[in-house]
């Protein structure tokens, strides 16, 4: 079974700081990895995956997560954070080889203090 | 403009009467997907098609029907919709194949009241 793990259901930052949104999963075997951004009123967008590789993925908006195998983590990261990033973000996983279901995060509300 | 359209995007309706929400990309997309969103649940997938005439369950499948004649469209049914069945509706496309059906598309969203 997988799942996926996000632990704050809510993030605030000052405009111009680096902002982090946690994401940890558990899968039997290897994982596909994303982020979706959710704006008020719209659907979600795609920001970045890992499938394989490097660890460190990078994305749109200037946004990159990194894999952590060891710690089964997936965070986002963002060196210097803008009010327009203030939205919903959604970290999801997929096992490679399992069924073609995603299983989604709760989501994360990020506020991006002026 | 590349898109996924959803139709329509607010309906009211009563229990027990039947509704079908519409979906359509012009992407060329093989596989599709509805989900609902929930406060504090995520988005959960409902159904999913890797092609024309390929449908399958996702983890709440219970009370939607889905069907994938064409490649574009990928309509949701509500046979004998519940309140329970009050949400935010997504539907989603992508490429398709290893490593590339998980850039989903969404469209906009619609959101239901079943009262």
């Known amino acids: 079974a997988q799942s996926v793990a996000q632990p704050e259901d809510q993030v605030n930052v000052a405009e111009g700081n680096p902002l982090t949104v946690k994401c940890t999963y558990s899968?039997?075997?290897?994982?596909?990895l994303f982020w979706y951004v959710q704006y008020p009123n719209r659907g979600l967008q795609f920001l970045l995956k890992?499938?394989?590789?490097?660890?460190l993925v990078k994305g749109s908006y200037g946004f990159e997560a990194e894999f952590n195998k060891s710690q089964t983590s997936f965070h986002l990261k963002k060196p210097s954070a803008l009010v327009s990033d203030s939205a919903l973000y959604f970290c999801?996983?997929?096992?490679?080889?399992?069924?073609?279901?995603?299983?989604f995060g709760r989501g994360t509300s990020l506020i991006v203090h002026p | 403009e590349a898109q996924v359209t959803q139709n329509p995007r607010y309906l009211i309706t009563v229990t027990g009467k039947k509704l079908t929400v519409t979906c359509s990309q012009n992407?060329?997309?093989?596989?599709m997907s509805w989900y609902r969103q929930d406060p504090g649940l995520g988005l959960r997938q409902i159904y999913y098609?890797?092609?024309?005439?390929?449908?399958d369950k996702g983890d709440v499948p219970e009370g939607y029907k889905v069907s994938r004649k064409e490649k574009r469209n990928f309509p949701l049914i509500l046979e004998s919709p519940s309140p329970n069945q009050t949400s935010l509706y997504f539907c989603?496309?992508?490429?398709?194949?290893?490593?590339?059906?998980?850039?989903?598309?969404f469209g906009p969203g619609t959101r239901l009241l079943v009262l």
């Open positions: 989603a496309s992508s490429l398709g194949g290893q490593g590339r059906w998980e850039t989903q598309y």
């Open positions: 899968v039997s075997g290897n994982p596909y």
């Open positions: 890992y499938i394989t590789g490097d660890n």
């Open positions: 999801a996983v997929r096992e490679t080889g399992g069924s073609y279901i995603p299983t």
């Open positions: 992407m060329n997309h093989e596989y």
């Open positions: 098609s890797m092609n024309v005439e390929a449908t």
